[in-house]
């Protein structure tokens, strides 16, 4: 994918200049320093440098890939997604790229027979292409401020500051008074911070996009279908583009390679035309792009009592997105999860710049850091809460999706989420606040 024109999208930017935790400085110590480092630039560390920016506040993106990368085809975007998305100022345009989601369809096809349900989704849903999504969040990035090709292999702490130095994949070293990881499930940060690395369940997903040249005749609707072990799912995105996902019981066998991924297509239309699929699934699995395709044999998170108990900070250095609170595809939450993280640690991060901006130039470092440490304690005071709920839901839906759990436990798995009110899609109604 070709990276987009950073800070060149003509959208009037709510542009002081941009201020700094503290100066940068580059030469100390032999090693590049910089105020706010991010690692990674998926969803929640671009979400976190336009936080920053849109407040005044400079940072440094380093992302591993040599461009923007979008993995996954699509992505489920509910309202509190799109809530941060305003308030970052790219809601508009992005809307304009897909449809509004008002039915949920539910579809279980077991032998001869078929029930279906629909619901009406009752707050803002879309399904956005992935790379829409990224190109949206990096294009008013100001020029430089994201870089590419840098893999963070190590994190060791700065005994000269409250931050961290970071070793790259070819051994130059860079010094962070703050460090934000956000570089996802294998988190080189959240392992420096002392966290657990992130847990697996074996499953095979692939996604992908079908294109109608003349259009589709499907419903602005979340097709949720369940036939044999397979569990599909078809959200359309507009009037000629369609997202499907196939939840499939085994990956394919060793004789496939699932780099592959046409290959990997061909075996699973294969085993759904053996539990009978409907003809409209299978022609949009067939015809879909081979480039859209994507193919994940497990998923990721991080238990919820970690998260609950989890030390997400060691001086000026957190984590945020998938590396906090990884949790698994099961209510479509993680994505936009990472971008409330960007909004409250923004926030939270301009009122303490504010504040040591307040303190005078003769302040010592130390209390600017203090400052800055205070902020960072304050984001996870506010985010644990939420994503801790928002893992705890996802894994037993998990439990109960993927693990076959004995009847006790399914009625244990089921209580609490009659307790959490899933049904309501509560989750959708939070909002993180303003900017
Ligand atoms: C099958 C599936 C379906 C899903 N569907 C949905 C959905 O519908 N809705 C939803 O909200 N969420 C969904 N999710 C979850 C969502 O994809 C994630 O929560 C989200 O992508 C996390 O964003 P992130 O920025 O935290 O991490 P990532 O998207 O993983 O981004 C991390 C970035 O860091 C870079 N990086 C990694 N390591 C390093 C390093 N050492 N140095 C430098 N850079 C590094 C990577 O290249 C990447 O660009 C789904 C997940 C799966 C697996």
């Known amino acids: 994918m070709p990276a987009p024109a950073h800070g060149r999208g003509g959208r009037k930017q709510r542009s002081r200049r941009p201020r700094t935790t503290d100066q940068v400085e580059v030469g100390m110590a032999e090693a590049e320093a910089h105020s706010i480092v991010i690692v990674g630039g998926g969803i929640c560390g671009l979400a976190t440098a336009l936080a920053l920016h849109r407040k005044g506040i400079a940072s440094l993106v380093l992302e591993k890939s040599t461009s923007l990368r979008a993995d996954g085809a699509g992505i489920g975007v509910h309202a509190n997604g799109w809530r941060v998305l305003e308030q970052l100022g790219v809601a508009a345009e992005l809307r304009e790229t897909a449809h509004l989601i008002t039915v949920y369809h539910d579809v279980w096809q077991q032998g001869d027979r078929t029930s279906r349900e629909k619901v009406p989704v009752r707050t803002e849903l879309r399904c956005l292409n992935r790379k829409d999504m990224i190109e949206a969040l990096a294009k008013d990035i100001p020029a430089g401020m994201i870089r590419f090709g840098c893999r963070i292999a190590a994190i060791d702490a700065d005994p000269s500051s409250h931050g961290a130095v970071l070793t790259m994949a070819d051994g130059t070293t860079m010094k962070a008074k703050v460090l934000i990881g956000c570089e996802g499930t294998y988190s080189v940060v959240a392992k420096y911070l002392g966290l657990s690395p992130v847990r697996t369940i074996p499953r095979a997903v ?168 205070k902020a960072i304690g304050e984001y996870i005071r506010e985010r644990r809460p939420r994503v801790a709920l928002l893992s705890l839901e996802s894994f037993i839906m998990g439990a109960l999706l993927v693990r076959s759990p004995s009847p006790v436990a399914k009625l244990a798995c089921v209580a609490v989420l009659i307790l959490l009110g899933s049904k309501s899609l509560r989750h959708a109604y939070y909002d993180c606040g303003r900017l």
């Not at 259009?215 to 279908?225: A, C, D, K, T």
């Not at 009978?276 to 879909?288: G, M, T």
Request: charged share 25%; proline share 6%.
């Open 206 to 373: 692939l996604r992908g996009f079908t294109w109608f040249p003349h259009g589709h005749s499907f419903e602005n609707e979340f097709l949720r279908l369940r036939v044999g072990d397979f569990f599909i799912g078809r959200l359309t995105i507009t009037d000629n583009l369609v997202h499907f996902f196939i939840t499939m019981p085994k990956p394919p066998t060793a004789d496939v390679s699932t780099k592959d991924l046409k290959k990997v297509r061909d075996v699973a239309l294969k085993e759904m035309q053996d539990v009978e699929c409907p003809a409209e699934i299978i022609d949009i699995v067939r015809d879909s792009d081979p480039e859209s395709l994507n193919f994940v044999t497990e998923f990721w998170y991080r238990p919820p009592w970690e998260v609950i108990f989890g030390s997400f900070q060691k001086g000026t250095v957190t984590v945020a997105g998938d590396a906090m609170h990884a949790m698994g595809p099961f209510i479509g939450q993680g994505g936009s999860a990472g971008l409330e993280d960007a909004v409250v640690l923004a926030r939270s991060l301009a009122r303490a710049v504010e504040d040591a901006d307040g303190a005078g130039k003769d302040a010592p470092a130390s209390a600017r850091e203090k400052m800055i440490g």
